[in-house]
């Protein structure tokens, strides 16, 4: 045994050695560039370089939107976990379970209630990462009653739609989701309150054959794909090929499908303009504050013991 190789060295290696977090590091799925991800994290995900928008998952996405980052969660109702005791690779609710667990998400849905620069808004997020952002009974139910409490609060909705499509196994249950939600924007309409949809890479399947198109505006970001079905189903169907950025933001936009492609850095800004646009709001325009007086020379300054404290502000709900 040679103590120098087999125990010095072993031991200096285990000094040396660092823990390396996995995401440390993301790679731009556009340039192939690696980018440190606190930086695009600081950035909402947005690649500095490139300017390719990443996904973002449904807390992110809710505090680059609401004041302050503050938002109330809305309870949403439950649901049968798996209402055809589905089984393909594995069990259904196996999945459920993992997805839960990666995303800390009940479902892949999430809904919140605050305020956009001061006027009360309620949105709803599809998280991707659960389970391909699809549209089960849980994610229907959480639209509708998104939507029902914009009607109760008389305040615009908004939705920030990505998904794969219709959750399969739920069959046609899953569905079944996509009337239900169509009925529920009709009864926003009604109230004439506005309903805005933003849409992400990818937004695809049933959620855009319902409430992802049905929006009173029509927004999406920077590239993302938004379609039914696939390029390549829809190219063996009709046997031809399709234009370059067939299914991309900026092709549905230039050919009327949607109103407006706007960076994720002016989306809150551009969010609030139109839902005071829509409300006829007046915009909300922070106070200047007030002088203060100067204290004559030949008077010393009072203590700060004797100045008398301001109230403390107490933060009032949303209305």
């Known amino acids: 045994m040679n103590w120098l190789t087999n125990v010095v060295r072993p031991k200096i290696r285990n000094i040396l050695k660092r823990e390396t977090p996995d995401n440390l590091w993301i790679k731009c799925p556009d340039t192939g560039q690696l980018v440190f991800y606190k930086d695009v994290e600081s950035n909402q995900f947005v ?26 969660d809305v309870a949403l109702p439950e649901v049968t976990a798996d209402p055809l005791k589905f089984r393909d690779e594995r069990k259904y609710v196996d999945r459920i379970r993992d997805a839960r667990a990666k995303t800390g998400l009940h479902d892949s849905v999430k809904v919140g209630f605050g305020k956009l620069e001061g006027s009360a808004v309620v949105v709803a997020v599809q998280d991707f990462d659960f389970m391909g952002g699809s549209l089960g009974m849980a994610a ?18 908004i939705v920030f739609a990505a998904s794969g499509g219709a959750r399969m196994q739920e069959g046609v249950l899953s569905l079944m989701q996509l009337p239900r939600t169509t009925v529920a924007v009709q009864m926003l309409r009604e109230a004439r309150q506005p309903y805005i949809v933003v849409l992400t890479n990818p937004t695809t399947g049933g959620v855009t054959a319902s409430y992802a198109m049905l929006g009173d505006v029509q927004i999406a970001e920077p590239g993302a794909l938004i379609g039914f079905a696939g390029a390549r189903v829809i190219e063996q169907t009709i046997r031809e090929k399709l234009p370059d950025g067939f299914q991309r933001a900026e092709y549905l936009r230039d050919h009327g499908m949607i109103d407006l492609v706007v960076h994720r850095h002016e989306l809150r800004p551009t969010l ?6 829509l409300t006829k709001a007046p915009e909300m325009i922070e106070a200047e504050p007030e002088p203060t007086a ?26």
């Open 294 to 319: 100067a204290v004559p020379p030949d008077e010393p300054d009072e203590p700060a013991a004797a100045q008398e404290a301001p109230p403390a502000a107490t933060a009032a709900p949303p209305a």
């Open 140 to 157: 229907g139910e959480a639209i509708v009653r998104g939507l029902e409490l914009a009607v109760e609060k008389r305040c615009p909705f």
């Open 47 to 72: 690649i500095p370089g490139s300017n390719y928008h990443m996904r973002m998952s449904a807390d992110a996405r809710l505090k680059s939107i609401f004041d302050n980052e503050t938002w109330y």
């Open 272 to 277: 609030a303009r139109v839902c005071r646009l």
